[in-house]
């Protein structure tokens, strides 16, 4: 029987990718999308389709309202998305997002019987977000030990996979194109409209457009009507 | 100028306790409520009330569908809530519940400045639930230093209050009536009605009514018609 793994699943390019690993490394993989108020519904629309694509046994969402606390131009209206790179921490970081998610990703592993997450963070070719580092993830890692029914009565927390942390974006395209996946069917937009076309214009935009040129491979996302693709 | 905390307020006695506390510290407090698809939905409504009573600049609630996972007698309706206690962990643990609620807490802290959250937990008196225990408050303390823009930039966490943690149930209700909690205004049944009224036999009630006896309180509990309080 294959180890069973819950997938954090966004319909970008990173978690379509990390849900190839899983799968190349053997995982029976459960996909999961949270959905925390953030703009670009159709993302999530993705993620329902990389899911079914990429051999995911089953896709759950799951809400949560952190639109309600504010604090960021994903899930706050009244800020805009920047469409040039500042310094420091931008203004499209969702406070604690991947705490959040990495929490409830916790809580389907617990009912289901994994042992493991994965989650598509990255280090190198990404948004400056603080909590994308080896010692998040460690240090959640660290937190299931004793955060759930499994950790404590078995002294063993959840195994968190990052398989993108310390790669560039052109590696992880040239990854996923040769364990198959279709990133036409990926969405990373940080304001796609509802057909799921990008901006070609915002940061999300601008680091994956330059890893398809960095890795050499024809950059099949779907841009808006006059967008810059 | 005070320092600003988010307290996680539910509704129930532990809570309301803290709430207290934290105010008794010179906190400005700020009351935030997880609703993540618990039965007791009059739980949220003593949660405004006591935040009010308590002297909260502030009280918010987010939702979490942590019902689209099951696993819970407390979000999954098939599961009935237990009316005796049982060896290990109860059907009511909710998979990553604490984990969960910490992370939204958290990241309503980031949006507002606070560096300090408040957690009414308890290891002594309780359901034998897993987040509940000092070293999971310690791990989540560890993470709060690489989980937010504020962690990472300044290399300090959070301060994770759990001022109940070590206390029994009668400590806590002495020391909530030293405080002027007024108990009739918390709800900390499992399975009360609309009204808020307790049901009198699930743990929550059981470990409440034994913990008022305890105290030499006089129970303010409103019980269902019939129930035995």
Redesign the interface.
Known sequence: MSARAVVLVSGGLDSATTLAIARHEGFECHGLSVHYGQRHLSELQAAKRVCSHLGAVDH???????D????SALTDPNIDVPTRQTDG?PVT????????ML??A???A??IGANAVFIGVNAVDYSGY??C?P??ID??A??S?????Q???TGQGLAVHAPLIQLTKADIIRRGVALGVDYAMTVSCYQADAGGAACGVCDSCRIRRDGFAQAGVLDPTLYQSGASG
Chains 1, 2 share one sequence.
Request: net charge positive; charged share 20%; proline share 5%.
């Open positions: 759950r969402e799951v809400a949560v309202g952190l309600a606390l504010g604090g921490i970081y969702v406070p604690a997002r991947n705490t959040v929490s409830i916790m809580a389907h617990e009912v603080p909590d580092r010692a998040f240090a959640f660290n937190l030990r004793w955060a759930t029914r950790g404590v009565e």
